[in-house]
């Protein structure tokens, strides 16, 4: 049986090697967190560099990195395309299972309730988020559907891990993309579309 844990805030701890879940009893080491969160910020970086909202995830099994994606929502014009979805497609091929039993996702934005649904679905372990999406978010935003009693599975919750790094990537995409719409003289419809997807 899995132990369902509130999330760890680290930015509300002192800085430690390490943070123990008082819930669980289980230790999760800062920086193996770290490591792999700017694995994830990697992937944001190339959606980035094609145009598309920054966000990056990659998932862990034993220490090894199975499963990365970023998001291509735009190129491939397909909402199926977030980071998490992507990334958990190549999981389940390394697994040779659609259960993610074991394994660790590292977001760089907390997801939405597509991805949320699909981390449950997946039976995932662990999730780790570095920013939180007040407007979108549902690992525990607007809902916790990673935590939800009346599921048959909850997901472990750790957040605020490369936060700083991950959310200013983030608004600086944003900064230099509305720069740049600004300069081609780019207004009306499409500035509205962008205040929306920076939400
Ligand atoms: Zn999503």
């Known amino acids: 049986m899995k132990t369902v844990n509130s999330p760890t805030d680290y930015l509300s701890n002192d800085i430690n090697v390490s943070v123990t879940d008082i819930a669980g009893g289980i230790s999760y080491d800062r920086s193996t967190d770290e490591k792999y969160m700017k694995k994830a910020l990697q992937q944001a970086k190339k959606a980035a560099k094609i145009g598309e909202v920054p966000i990056g995830c990659v998932i862990v099994y034993e220490d090894k990195i199975i499963g ?11 909402t199926l395309s977030h980071a998490e979805l992507i990334a958990i ?25 597509m991805c949320a649904g699909a981390i449950v679905q997946a039976r995932m372990d662990r999730v780790v988020i570095a920013a939180m999406s007040p ?14 009693d009346e599921f048959n599975h909850r997901v472990e919750i750790t957040t605020g891990v490369l936060e700083k790094e991950c959310s200013s990537f983030l608004s600086n995409f944003f900064v230099d993309l509305r720069k740049r719409l600004k300069a081609e003289n780019v207004t009306g419809e499409t500035g509205m579309v962008l205040e929306n997807e920076a939400e």
């Open 89 to 113: 497609r190549k999981a389940s091929r390394v697994m040779g299972d659609w259960r993610l039993e074991g394994c660790t996702m590292y977001v760089t934005l907390e997801p939405c309730q």
């Open 135 to 148: 407007k979108s978010g549902c690992a525990g935003s607007i809902l916790n559907l990673l935590q939800m």
């Open 68 to 78: 990365r994606g970023y998001n291509r929502r735009k190129k491939d014009k397909n």
